[in-house]
Every structure is written in structure tokens, then in C-alpha cells.
Nanobody, 122 residues
Framework: QVRLVETGGGLVQAGESVTLSCVAS????????MGWFRQAPGKDRSFLAL????????FYEDAVKGRFTISKDDAKNTVYLQMNSLEPEDTAVYSC???????????????WGQGIQVTVSS
């Protein structure tokens, strides 16, 4: 059974940083590309970042490039999303997901975490 569990969310002040973790079980981060998405209230789920199975490649949505960093620790089967200089507009439910492809489209992802809320106050 595959599970992806996100942790690290919560309430933060604008300008602060947060690192989200996604712990995978039932699949390996060394054989899957892993992505992060977010969904703000009333909006569609949007792509944020993707890291390749070997960690050698990353891909970011333009809106977060330079502020967000995706990384992973294969020994812990965990993927991270470090988010800096957070703004109220970053308030959303953040989810990790796995894919065998290289895509920013949610439909191309197979397994999803339940999501975790990040709220940025001004």
C-alpha cells in the first residue's frame, strides 16, 4: 500500500520560511519522480516543483522559482519543499505526489498525499 504523508505546515507570518516534508511508504523515491502541488481556496490545483528519481534534475513553476527549493533524502524516503519569503498569496493546501513521467500536470501523477495546510498571515 502506497502512502505519502506531508508534515510541516501550519500558520506562519509573511516573510518567514517553512519546510514541508513528504514521507513515502510503499514506493521508493529512487524509482519515482516526486512533485509538489498546492491548491488555494476556490482555485485549481497548481504545480510547484518536481525532482527526478536520481535527484539530478529539478523543475519549478516560474511563480516560485528562486523562492522554493525541492530536495530529497533517499535514505529516509522523504521529499522536502523549502519555501522562503512566504506571502499571504502562498496560503494553500500543499500536496506531494509521485509520477513515472516528467510533467507539471496533476493527471500524470499516480499517488497523492492527503495534503497539509499552510497559512501565511500578513
Amino acid at each position: 500500500q502506497v502512502r505519502l504523508v506531508e508534515t510541516g505546515g501550519g500558520l506562519v507570518q509573511a516573510g518567514e520560511s517553512v519546510t514541508l516534508s513528504c514521507v513515502a511508504s510503499g514506493l521508493s523515491t529512487t524509482s519515482n519522480n516526486m512533485g509538489w502541488f498546492r491548491q488555494a481556496p476556490g482555485k485549481d490545483r497548481s504545480f510547484l516543483a518536481l525532482i527526478s528519481w536520481n535527484g539530478g534534475s529539478t523543475f519549478y513553476e516560474d511563480a516560485v522559482k528562486g523562492r522554493f527549493t525541492i530536495s530529497k533524502d533517499d535514505a529516509k524516503n522523504t521529499v522536502y519543499l523549502q519555501m522562503n519569503s512566504l506571502e499571504p498569496e502562498d496560503t494553500a493546501v500543499y500536496s506531494c505526489a509521485s509520477t513515472r513521467g516528467w510533467s507539471r500536470h496533476p493527471k500524470d501523477y499516480t499517488y497523492w498525499g492527503q495534503g497539509i495546510q499552510v497559512t501565511v498571515s500578513s
